[in-house]
């Protein structure tokens, strides 16, 4: 069974890099090409809000409304990917969640939808 554990400071600083780690076991972050490795946060003002992934094979994509400040990589020797969101703000504090998230199709389209969720961490961007 796949697990994924958030993991990282729960306080930033404004203007600061915030930057979690998301631990995979159960699952290879390189060999599995069913699934998308993902970040998706949730405030109160915004509800669930998709910040990007990455793929089997090290290719990431961003929400265009975050994607100047965001970068995802993967760590493979250790199973791990990692969210770098740049000059955070206080508008940037949420619980941030890991996700493995795959496609289905339905109603004559693909999509994304969440296979596993981590069990979230909440992020403060205060001074």
């Known amino acids: 069974q796949v697990q994924l554990q958030e993991s990282g400071p729960g306080l930033v600083k404004p203007s600061q890099t915030l930057s979690l780690t998301c631990t995979v076991s159960?699952?290879?972050?390189?060999?599995?090409?069913?699934?998308?490795w993902t970040w998706i946060r949730q405030s109160p003002g915004k509800g669930l809000e998709w910040i990007g992934y990455?793929?089997?094979?090290?290719?990431?994509y961003y929400s265009p409304s975050l994607k100047s400040r965001i970068s995802i990589s993967r760590d493979t020797s250790k199973n791990q990917f990692t969210l770098q969101l740049a000059s955070a703000t206080p508008e940037d504090t949420a619980a941030y969640f890991c996700?493995?998230?795959?496609?289905?199709?339905?109603?004559?389209?693909?999509?994304?939808?969440?296979?596993?969720w981590g069990q979230g961490t909440q992020v403060t961007v205060s001074s």
């Open positions: 159960g699952d290879s972050v390189t060999d599995n090409k069913e699934y998308y």
């Open positions: 990455i793929n089997s094979r090290g290719s990431a």
């Open positions: 996700a493995r998230t795959g496609t289905t199709y339905s109603s004559g389209a693909n999509y994304h939808a969440v296979a596993s």
